[in-house]
């Protein structure tokens, strides 16, 4: 709708800067600018929140950046999360439209709602992500967390839509063999978790998770979800019964997996009944967009287990990095989707977990006192963690007060190989500044480092 930013979420940023190399609003405002309001190549949510945040608090309206995690995308007002699979428990692409980001970042903006009922004012949700349209045009709210902390979906602006990302359950349907489909599983909690800003005056992590949703599995929170459903487009989904004697769970012990080693993640099944059970788990491996949207499996596998009454078994499930090494994305994410059927029972078991590969960190070192119009230095050293070449690495470094935007072309980077970077400025501002950089080329994104300099006033 040719706003500040042209949105790409293609992994080819020709033509533009990636959105991961973005280290500030005030580069791209300027672009947008001097451009005489062309849109910006390119941003995706995070970019888009960081932008709208500047422009809010320039217009005097408090505003700060969210993030969700394990952010639901609903494709057709059903306020659910739906996963099809046909008679076999294959997955039905063409149906699957329905996702889970692995993250996503919208805003919060503070203002009165005198068009609502009292109470609903206070802080509104708006995303400037273009996903869906509403009324025609690419946004979104803003829309009342106390609306969307109860269920209130009828309640303007794209309410159901926010509730639906923060949450909705995540329902499996099975095609039955006249083409027909069955609620076979639910899951409650798989939608989200740690919503997150900063917090007012200091580096932190703030949750905010109380604000958009009653505690998980608490009456309230079921309430909640109940009542928005019914005014969704499948409103009887929960009359469906489902058997719940065996329970399936995948967890990732410790930090997450580094980008460049093998991945473990672990499958616990337990048998909450007193007679034996058995299934074969069926699980698949994808690399995904962090939207939730799949791109390639790189794993299968097909595992028979047998418990006996009230027993909990785990396996180790291993994906080995040449199994991804030439399929990741910008956010190096990835999703396992595990199923199986109870042979006594008839209980389907159907879970996924996404999770990300950690990349390095940027470590930036000032060398030499921070004064005002003095001449100083910051060195920066990054590790591939890869076991091959970096082709074409760009570093990036932004610092109010301290350095404009540089980019700086570093080459090739060898494999496992360490390399470092001398950057002179001369701050401009005293008082405390932060000099932020990124690492950028086609096999490492997300990279990043900050570091805070005290700049003290010139005798």
Same mark, same amino acid.
Request: proline share 5%; glycine share 8%.
């Given at each position: 709708?040719?706003?500040v ?11 533009? *800067? ?12 300027r ?15 995070w ?9 809010l ?6 505003g ?23 008679e ?11 996702s889970?980001?692995n993250?996503?970042?919208?805003n ?9 009922p ?10 400037a ?13 803003? /829309? ?14 794209? *309410? ?9 359950d ?18 409650q ?16 992590r703030?949750?905010i ?25 499948k ?5 469906a ?9 995948i ?29 074969t ?18 794993r ?5 287990l ?9 396996v ?16 190096? /994410? ?32 000032p060398?030499?006192? /921070? ?6 230095s ?13 082709k ?8 109010l ?6 980019e ?8 496992? /190989? ?18 932020l ?9 997300q990279?990043?480092?900050v ?9």
């Amino acid at each position: 709708d040719s706003g500040v930013l042209e949105g790409d979420w293609s992994g080819d940023y020709t033509g533009g *800067t990636a959105p991961t190399s973005w280290v500030g609003s005030v580069d791209i405002l300027r672009q947008y600018h001097k451009r005489g309001g062309k849109p910006v190549k390119y941003g995706q949510c995070w970019v888009f929140s960081g932008v709208t945040t500047t422009v809010l608090r320039c217009l005097g309206i408090p505003g700060r950046s969210v993030t969700n995690f394990c952010s639901a995308h609903d494709t057709d007002v059903s306020l659910t999360t739906d996963i099809y699979f046909d008679e076999n428990m294959e997955p039905l692409s063409s149906l699957n439209s329905d996702s889970i980001w692995n993250f996503h970042v919208w805003n919060d903006c503070w203002m009165a709602r005198p068009d609502l009922p009292a109470g609903m004012g206070g802080w509104q949700a708006v995303d400037a992500t273009p996903q869906e349209t509403s009324q025609g045009t690419f946004c979104c709210g803003p /829309a009342s967390l106390t609306a969307i902390r109860s269920g209130l979906v009828y309640l303007p602006h794209d *309410t159901p839509f926010i509730f639906a990302e923060v949450n909705s359950d995540k329902i499996y349907w099975q095609r039955r063999a006249d083409g027909t489909f069955s609620q076979i599983h639910a899951e409650q909690k798989a939608v989200g978790h740690f919503i997150s800003t900063k917090a007012v005056g200091r580096d932190e992590r703030e949750d905010i998770t109380e604000l958009y949703k009653f505690t998980e599995g608490t009456e309230e929170e079921r309430i909640a979800v109940e009542t928005a459903c019914r005014y969704g487009t499948k409103p009887n989904v929960y009359s469906a019964p489902t058997a719940n004697d065996v329970t399936i769970e995948i967890t990732l012990k410790g930090e997450e997996p580094r980008m460049g080693e093998n991945a473990t993640l672990t499958i616990t099944l337990s048998n909450k009944s007193s007679k034996p059970r058995s299934t074969t788990l069926h699980s698949q491996m994808a690399v995904m967009y962090y939207t939730g949207v799949t791109k390639a499996t790189v794993r299968k596998d097909n595992v028979p287990l047998e418990l006996m009454g009230n027993e909990e078994k785990t396996v180790e499930w291993v994906l080995p990095y040449k199994d991804y090494q030439d399929q990741l994305l910008d956010q190096a /994410a990835l999703m396992l989707t595990v199923t199986g059927r109870v042979v006594e029972t008839g209980q389907v078991l159907a879970t996924q977990h996404n999770f990300r590969l950690r990349t390095p960190d940027l470590i930036i070192t000032p060398i030499g006192d /921070a004064v005002v119009g003095r001449e100083m230095s910051a060195k920066i050293t990054f590790t591939n963690p890869l076991p091959h070449p970096l082709k074409d690495v760009v570093f990036r470094l932004e610092g109010l007060g301290l350095q404009s935007v540089r980019e700086v072309a570093m080459g090739d980077v060898g494999q496992r /190989a360490t390399v470092n970077l001398t950057e002179s400025f001369v701050p401009t501002r005293s008082g405390p500044r932060k000099l932020l950089a990124s690492l950028h080329c086609q096999q490492l994104t997300q990279v990043h480092g900050v570091t805070e300099i005290m700049v003290q006033e010139r005798q």
